[in-house]
């Protein structure tokens, strides 16, 4: 068996349709999660003793289920303003809520941010979160994300870049837009097909999209800005 094979059987048995539905959607976001959490288990694998990690966005909890099977060392906090999603991510993962190694926060990225201590967090990871972000907002989210960092720590994003090359990118957009179709149609989600296309017009507006070489930038003159010695891993 191999390693997705097992990734795919040990996040159907936690996350169950949430899982499935997503994977049949869009298996390149379920295989971003696991991306993200391999690389927090990397630069644990680094270090010594237990590692603050803040979670971006952890919706239904397929992300931080990664995070949490990388390393036994991960304190993670979860922060989402969804309740619907949120509930289920405490719901499918309450067993390590029990365990003191997963904490829920309900204010949105930027409040949540501001209220932890300069300095106080090892990693902070998100997949497929900033994109949703307004562009002012996701800038302040930024700023942020690299204040709470202690020196050395890691900031790793699994997101939606939109390309340089527009044709191209709108080549893949359709791509996309065909499979949603195609799977949810067969399966006879409407509702869901809806919400995704729906969704998608917001991901692809001009105050969200975060074009590759502009978010690059952006994290660079961010990081120039900071005195701290710090990495950050875009997946």
């Known amino acids: 068996m191999t390693d997705t094979s097992k990734y795919d059987a040990l996040f159907s048995g936690v996350i169950g349709q949430d899982y499935e539905l997503l994977n049949l959607i869009c298996p390149l976001s379920t295989q971003m999660s696991q991306r993200v959490g391999a690389s927090a288990g990397e630069y644990a694998m680094q270090a010594n003793g237990n590692l603050t990690v803040v979670e971006l966005g952890g919706g239904t909890g397929i992300t931080t289920l990664a995070l949490l099977t990388a390393s036994d060392s991960f304190n993670i906090l979860s922060i989402d303003n969804e309740p619907v999603m949120q509930d289920q991510a405490k719901k499918h993962l309450h067993k390590w809520a029990q365990e003191g190694k997963l904490a829920f926060c309900d204010d949105d990225a930027l409040t949540a941010l501001k209220n932890l201590p300069t300095d106080s967090v090892d990693i902070v990871a998100s997949a497929y979160t900033l994109h949703n972000f307004l562009d002012t907002y996701r800038k302040e989210v930024i700023n942020e994300i690299f204040r709470i960092l202690k020196p050395g720590g890691q900031f790793i994003n699994g997101d939606r870049y939109g390309l340089d090359d527009i044709s191209e990118h709108t080549r893949i957009i359709q791509e996309e837009v065909s499979r949603y179709f195609k799977v949810l149609i067969h399966i006879n989600k409407l509702d869901v097909l809806e919400h995704w296309i729906v969704h998608l017009f917001s991901d692809e507006s001009e105050n969200h999209v975060m ?25």
Not at 211 to 235: F, G, N, Y
């Open 211 to 235: 074009r590759e070489s502009v978010a690059l930038k952006q994290l660079r003159e961010t990081l120039a800005t900071d005195w701290k010695s710090m990495r950050w891993s875009p997946l």
